[in-house]
């Protein structure tokens, strides 16, 4: 007891204190100081040898104990003058601290900004821009395994001497397999009775078009050996030459694309299970164990405790209905969480549209690809919904039907109408009445509406949350395809740490064996494996079948769909200097804050869910566990166990940046990881995606689709350049954002208005 006392008497002594507070304060700024060199960490080259990439500051212990209060005493007068002068000595000293960081940030911007500007001059700068048909080299890359589903086309193209190809990616239905393992696949028409017509690409790449910074063809099993041009990839969705004033052949305001839909799927319906489940985790309620005495009577991670009411109903009478809405009568559940036997997975396409939102003819072209390569082409497979928020709240489209129908009227073109579904955030904060009001909105709960639409419409089992400015340059089904498809064929063994970071293939060498091995050396012991322990989440996911990860051999994972797919890493957003890091709301007890939950982020919502994760992240919505957008799906499979893949798809750069220098801007952290300290995503940090094909601040994306489509930007594009260097065309690639796409005029320059931090 004595040695218990000990500090007590020392603190309690004037200049003891002062020494002590001197003594604390000191430790505290060495840690928060300690170095503000950058560290690196070497990465594989087998070319270069090793790489070293640049770091921020070491990782800040914040955990300094303040000192217990005192009583004043008489003795105490000048223990009060010199703290005092202390106190102003630190406030002081705080000040300075946080202008060296400003200054040291500062610099680090500058010497971006200086290599950025350098690189504009080097050979392959802009390289992205101005490759056309002109300078197409069928032979420059290698083909993968798409021979079989190229054929010629019948007619030649009127604008180019190159042969263009029909492309089908689908699988072949006929097949006597397709009919045992998937069910009867009948064709569907488009608009007219027609069938849907085909897309068309050219063989090859232009000679100078550059290989991607991040992500990789080969890696997903896409072939990058392929070109699209634009009348060639949408003229049958409506696109017409700036000078063609013939007559379309559809008449598009007269189609109807929901009734297409919905008699497509039908005649597909012994393919799927058209009820679908019922949410499992609103009547078996996962424990909430907050004490030492639960533990010892839990049944372990992943066991769901049955409630003895459930904590939402079914019933939706009581809140706005999007099904109702739509016409549909309320849909009948299964109790049976498991799928029915032979019956074939169903995604929804949520295309996130907003009111007061122009439809530009390009819009509309991109939106009827979708709608027939998704889901026509496959009878069901896939289904497409305009997802459209209504920002007036003063509208009562719940309460008045002709409301509604206004609404929709105004604001959704007429051929689009009935695959619209309208909600708005009233809607949501009625769903979720333990959120905050003015947290439950679409800028802060993007997830929120996609978690309704998933509880009234449980016959999908995937969802993309799918932005309406993002653009596919390739086919759609492709492109979704070969996503899901990698993502399944991970295992889990590495995979969140592989996840943090964006796959460089210059220098990290093949994914599945070089970048796999070091990303699991320089992670050590610190990977997840399983979901992390905390007395107050019971995972609904699988638990390892080994309990350590070098004891599986790449097993675990394969072949399990993902949960969630992203298309840009998983990364830790703790110490990253991430403005929305620290916006999640619950998730603790009396030993857990919340900004102690373990969470990851990834910039941009375009991403696919499971209803599984949905369904968790509902529940946990509905007792008040909360977190931000662009947080909660990717926090959400972390605490519960499921499977999160990031797809590291072609990303290219208006710069030849060599990949060590990508590595060394983009994957940053101390392992090299994407988060952390020193984050591009970090405030002040995001104008380093200003010259990238997806970012939400970035600059090509806008550029290269105005040139894909004809226009000027930038000095190149229009008629005029076009009869010179010929068509734009380009690999498959996912662009965003891409807004307003209309015909420009001559000397116009495409710019970001959005502000870097």
């Given at each position: 007891m004595l040695l218990a006392v000990q500090p007590r008497r020392?603190?309690?002594?004037?200049?003891?204190?002062?020494?002590?507070?001197?003594?604390?304060?000191?430790?505290?700024?060495?840690?928060?100081?300690?170095?503000?060199?950058?560290?690196?960490?070497?990465?594989?080259?087998?070319?270069?040898?090793?790489?070293?990439?640049?770091?921020?500051?070491?990782?800040?212990?914040?955990?300094?104990?303040?000192?217990?209060?005192?009583?004043?005493?008489?003795?105490?007068?000048?223990?009060?003058?010199?703290?005092?002068?202390?106190?102003?000595?630190?406030?002081?000293?705080?000040?300075?601290?946080?202008?060296?960081?400003?200054?040291?940030?500062?610099?680090?911007?500058?010497?971006?900004d200086e290599e950025y500007d350098e690189l504009k001059n080097d050979p392959g700068a802009d390289a992205i821009f101005g490759q056309t048909?002109?300078?197409?080299?069928?032979?420059?890359?290698?083909?993968?395994?798409?021979?079989?589903?190229?054929?010629?086309?019948?007619?030649?193209?009127?604008?180019?001497?190159?042969?263009?190809?029909?492309?089908?990616?689908?699988?072949?239905?006929?097949?006597k397999t397709w009919f045992t393992e998937e069910g009867q696949y009948t064709p569907c028409a488009g608009p007219g009775g027609t069938s849907a017509g085909d897309v068309l690409v050219f063989k090859g790449q232009p000679r100078g078009f550059p290989e991607p910074g991040f992500g990789s063809y080969d890696v997903l099993g896409m072939d990058g050996n392929l070109c699209y041009e634009r009348e060639t990839r949408l003229g049958i969705y409506g696109f017409k030459a700036d000078n063609d004033t013939s007559k379309s052949r559809v008449n598009w305001e007269e189609v109807r694309w929901g009734r297409l839909q919905e008699s497509c799927t039908q005649k597909n319906k012994a393919r799927f299970n058209m009820k679908g489940q019922s949410n499992p985790y609103l009547t078996n309620l996962y424990s909430r164990r907050n004490s030492s005495a639960s533990d010892a009577n839990s049944q372990g991670d992943g066991d769901l405790i049955p409630s003895e009411s459930p904590l939402y109903s079914n019933d939706l009478g009581a809140n706005p209905s999007l099904r109702r809405k739509r016409g549909l009568p309320d849909q009948p559940m299964s109790n049976k969480f498991k799928q029915l036997a032979g019956s074939e997975a169903r995604t929804a396409l949520l295309l996130r549209t907003y009111t007061g939102k122009e439809y530009s003819e390009n819009d509309k072209q991109v939106i009827r690809s979708l709608i027939t390569e998704l889901s026509l082409r496959t009878g069901g497979q896939y289904q497409v919904f305009l997802f459209v928020h209504v920002k007036d709240t003063a509208y009562a489209i719940?309460?008045?039907?002709?409301?509604?129908?206004?609404?929709?009227?105004?604001?959704?073109?007429?051929?689009?109408?009935?695959?619209?579904?309208?909600?708005?955030?009233?809607?949501?904060?009625?769903?979720?009445?333990?959120?905050?009001?003015k947290k439950a909105t679409v800028h802060v709960s993007q997830w929120l509406?996609?978690?309704?639409?998933?509880?009234?419409?449980?016959?999908?089992?995937?969802?993309?949350?799918?932005?309406?400015?993002?653009?596919?340059?390739?086919?759609?089904?492709?492109?979704?395809e070969k996503l899901a498809a990698f993502a399944k064929r991970q295992p889990r063994r590495g995979l969140w740490e592989r996840n943090e970071r964006y796959y460089i293939p210059s220098i990290h060498g093949d994914y599945d064996s070089q970048f796999?091995?070091?990303?699991?050396?320089?992670?050590?012991?610190?990977?997840?494996?399983?979901?992390?322990?905390?007395?107050?989440?019971?995972?609904?996911?699988?638990?390892?079948?080994?309990?350590?990860?070098?004891?599986?051999?790449?097993?675990?994972?394969?072949?399990?769909?993902?949960?969630?797919?992203?298309?840009?890493?998983?990364?830790n957003p703790i110490n990253s200097s991430w403005i929305s890091a620290n916006e999640l709301w619950g998730f603790n007890d009396s030993t857990h804050e919340t900004t102690d939950l373990p969470r990851r982020a990834t910039i941009v919502t375009h991403s696919r869910v499971s209803?599984?994760?949905?369904?968790?992240?509902?529940?946990?919505?509905?007792?008040?566990?909360?977190?931000?957008?662009?947080?909660?799906?990717?926090?959400?499979?972390?605490?519960?166990?499921?499977?999160?893949?990031?797809?590291?798809?072609?990303?290219?750069f208006d710069r030849p940046w060599k990949g060590k220098d990508l590595a060394k801007w983009f994957n940053g952290g101390a392992k090299g990881e994407s988060g952390g300290i020193g984050s591009a995503m970090g405030w002040g940090r995001e104008a380093r995606y200003r010259g990238s094909t997806w970012y939400y601040r970035a600059n090509p994306p806008q550029r290269l689709y105005l040139n894909f489509m004809g226009w000027e930007d930038t000095d190149v594009g229009g008629e005029d350049w076009e009869e010179t260097h010929g068509r734009t065309c380009l690999p498959p690639m996912l662009l965003h954002p891409v807004k307003d796409i209309e015909p420009t005029e001559p000397g116009y320059k495409s710019e970001s208005n959005l502000p870097y931090s």
């Open positions: 020392l603190l309690s002594r004037p200049k003891g204190l002062l020494v002590s507070v001197v003594f604390l304060a000191t430790i505290y700024w060495i840690l928060l100081h300690q170095s503000v060199a950058p560290h690196t960490t070497g990465w594989f080259d087998e070319n270069t040898g090793p790489v070293q990439a640049l770091k921020g500051e070491h990782q800040v212990n914040n955990g300094v104990p303040l000192l217990p209060p005192t009583k004043p005493s008489s003795g105490m007068q000048e223990q009060h003058t010199e703290v005092e002068a202390y106190e102003e000595s630190e406030e002081s000293e705080e000040e300075s601290q946080k202008k060296d960081e400003a200054h040291r940030e500062e610099n680090i911007r500058k010497q971006f048909l002109n300078t197409l080299e069928p032979a420059k890359k290698r083909s993968l395994t798409i021979e079989a589903h190229l054929k010629p086309a019948k007619e030649k193209a009127y604008f180019t001497d190159h042969q263009p190809f029909v492309y089908n990616p689908y699988p072949n239905f006929s097949k719940w309460d008045d039907e002709s409301t509604y129908q206004f609404v929709l009227d105004r604001n959704v073109p007429r051929e689009f109408r009935d695959i619209a579904i309208l909600w708005n955030d009233e809607a949501t904060q009625t769903m979720y009445p333990k959120i905050d009001p509406s996609v978690q309704k639409f998933a509880q009234e419409f449980p016959e999908y089992d995937y969802f993309w949350n799918w932005e309406i400015d993002a653009r596919v340059t390739g086919h759609n089904y492709d492109f979704v796999r091995k070091e990303v699991e050396r320089v992670s050590g012991k610190d990977t997840v494996w399983g979901a992390p322990k905390l007395p107050f989440v019971s995972p609904v996911g699988p638990k390892p079948p080994v309990a350590k990860p070098e004891d599986d051999s790449y097993k675990w994972g394969v072949g399990e769909e993902a949960d969630l797919i992203t298309v840009a890493p998983i990364f209803k599984k994760l949905l369904d968790i992240m509902h529940v946990e919505n509905l007792q008040g566990n909360h977190i931000s957008s662009e947080m909660v799906t990717q926090t959400t499979a972390l605490l519960h166990g499921l499977k999160a893949v990031y797809v590291p798809m072609p990303v290219y």
